[in-house]
Structures are given as structure tokens and as C-alpha cells.
């Protein structure tokens, strides 16, 4: 049987195990895919010691996989981050779905165009990266790009080569940027600790609002994006589920259908929260 995995730290409470073996039954495709806890120093030795044909790679791991790739594709080389590795022979392929997974998310399942706005990205790590491209790519407006540490956003801002649309904040500057179209938290901020202070300001009442994680590290972004009268505040299980068949789509050359999917995690997640 094929096997696959994702790798990351933490990565025991990762849903991609059980997207993954959701998509297998719908499209009768015999694999076996675990979650296997890696950081920075130990990740190339476990992928290699795996026996895996293909992983998932989530945080902190998206530039690190990007490194050990013998070969990558055009938007993981514009991301600079890599959430898909495809085996060929010794070497790794790799490429990037999370882009094209928030996209779609959004535009199809939350029937948002993204033509012409405004969007600010919060964060430029691996995740944030992963996403710009493709919201470039989707003919928004422009993206304005605020990090904690101001060269990173600088760094993310020259990776993506759109100087006229593509404008690196230091996080001092977000009170005198105006209001946006879509705010996207792509900090790993309230997984450590919290989130820095934003100000209201930022959004308005046809904002929408999406972390790109879910269940308690999203909390505190979409309070805050409530209490500033955001129109819509999404998670990241949308994205998450649009990505995971983007990588199924590559290893296995069919696009399962996500809907069923993310019904049963939207579910199983709306009764953690009011079990609460
Ligand atoms: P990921 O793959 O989740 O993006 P990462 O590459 O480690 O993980 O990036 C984490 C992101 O969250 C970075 O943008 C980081 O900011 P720095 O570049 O300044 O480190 C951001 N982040 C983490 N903790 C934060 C905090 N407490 N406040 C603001 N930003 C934070």
C-alpha cells in the first residue's frame, strides 16, 4: 500500500490524516497516511527514514522542505515554501497547494471576489508565504504585508516581484493603513502566546476576515475581527480541506469532491466549540 504522511511539530492533532482517509474511500485508492512529529533538526532524516511517496509538510517545516527539494514548482519557487512533497526516485519534488487551497476556499465555497481588493497578510513566515502568490494571482488589488519583524516582510515583499501592489509594513505602521477588504492572520502568534494589539480600524462592515488556522489558534484573531464588525470571520478548515486535494490531485491525478469533507470537519468542529 502507498504511504504518506505529514510531518511538523505539533502535528498530533493535524486533520490531514483523516482528510486524506476520507478522500481514499470516496475514490476507492488503497494508501495509508500517518502524522509524524518532526522539527527543524530531525525532519530530513525522519522523511527519509518514513518510506513515505509523498507528505504534507506543515508548520514549522514549509521553508525547510523547500530546501531539501531537488526540484520545485513555479509558485512554491515564488512562495519560497513548500506544503507537498512528491517522491521521484531519491529525490523530492515539491510544491505548494496552499495558495490555491485558501483561493478557492473563499472564492468557491464563501463566494467572495477577490478582483480588486484590499488585503492585509499578517505574518511572513512559511504560511504567509505559502498564500501571497495566490492571491496576487486571484487579481487582488494590493497586499500589504506586516510582520512582527520588519525584514522578513521586506524579504516576503522582494520574493514576490510586484512592487506596484505588493507594499512590507513594519507592525508599528498598521494604525495609518486604512481600512481593508480581507484580513488575513497568517501568525503563528496565538499558538504561542497573543496576539499583538490591532487596531479597529482596519476593518469595516464589508471586511471579511480569515485565519488560516483553526480551532483554538484561530479564537482570538476572529474575536477580534467580530468586535470590528468584520462581515464575515473564517477559519482556516476550508483552506485546510481545498489544499489537501490539491495534494491528493498530485499524487494520485484525481481532485476528490471537498464538499462531504469539509462538512463533516465543520461538524465535528462546531461541537468541540460549543462543548466548551
Ligand atoms: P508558519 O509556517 O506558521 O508561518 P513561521 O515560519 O515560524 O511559521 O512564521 C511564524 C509567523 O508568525 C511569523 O510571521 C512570525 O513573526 P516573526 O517573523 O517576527 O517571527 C509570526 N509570529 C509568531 N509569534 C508572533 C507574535 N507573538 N506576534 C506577532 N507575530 C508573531
Redesign the pocket.
Known sequence: MRRYAVFGSPVAHSQSPRIHAAFARQTGIALEYVAIEAGHGDFPAKLAASGVDGANVT??L??DAFALCRSVSARAQRAGAVNTLIREGEHWRGDNTDGLGLVRDLTERHGLDLRERRVLLL??????RGVAPALLDAGIHSLYIV???AA?ADALADALGDPARVHPRAWDDLPGLGEFDLLIN????TR?????ALPMALAGPRSVAVDLGYGEAAVAFLAWARAAGCAQALDGLGMLVEQAAESFLLWHGVRPDTDPVYAQLRAQADALVSAD
Open positions: 508548520l514549522p514549509k521553508e505574518g511572513a513566515g512559511g504560511a504567509a510582520n512582527r519583524t522578513r497568517a501568525t503563528s502568534a504561542g502566546g497573543a496576539l499583538p
